[in-house]
């Protein structure tokens, strides 16, 4: 058992606050939320991949009202961070894949993919991407938008150190936000049109994808 878990299974329901502030020690939750907002059309149903707690979806559902956010991840346990209050505009599919759910027939505007490829072997990213390439073709998404940490500064560096030894995780190796765009270009090829790098939170960037 990692020192993560158990800590959350010592503080149970009083876990919460307790992992908010941790998190903040990385990431202004607020910032990255206002920013994946802004990138989805009005009244969008987005697919957020490998969301875990929440904690981001809850805070651009709080943002914005008109959107409705189905949360896939393989943890059993997800969501546990979202605010009650909108759990009705939220679909929960805890241990299922993104396939399994892009395979439902369902559509898309936008998809969501927050801290997640950094936990990704990197012998195993390329088969990600491809994934992912066929989840939009099944959804009809074309709008891609990707928040991971940056290597090589403090808050990267401290990001790192967390994940491998009190979350447990220690395959877990940063990007670059120029190898990611590279990645991505070469698995889509020409279908991805463009591809825009941001910084809304310092050591946290976001890409937005977006294809033909």
Known sequence: MTIGQIV????????????KLYRSIFV????????IGD???AGSRCLDIGGGDGMIVSAM???RPDLHVTMTDIAPNIGSFIDPKFLDRVMLHPATTAKSVAGTGRSFNAITIADVLHHVPAD??????????????DTGCRTIIVKDVCPGTLRGFLSLMCDRYITGDRHVTLIRPDDMIADIKHIFQTDAVDISHSEPDKANYCLVVNLK
Request: with cysteine; net charge positive.
């Open 8 to 19: 959350r299974r010592i503080l149970g329901k009083n876990f919460q606050p307790v992992g």
């Open 28 to 35: 202004d939750i607020h910032k990255i939320a206002a920013f």
């Open 39 to 41: 990138q989805i059309p």
């Open 61 to 63: 559902l709080e943002q």
């Open 124 to 137: 195993a990213r390329s088969m990600f991407w491809s994934d992912l390439r066929e989840i939009c073709r």
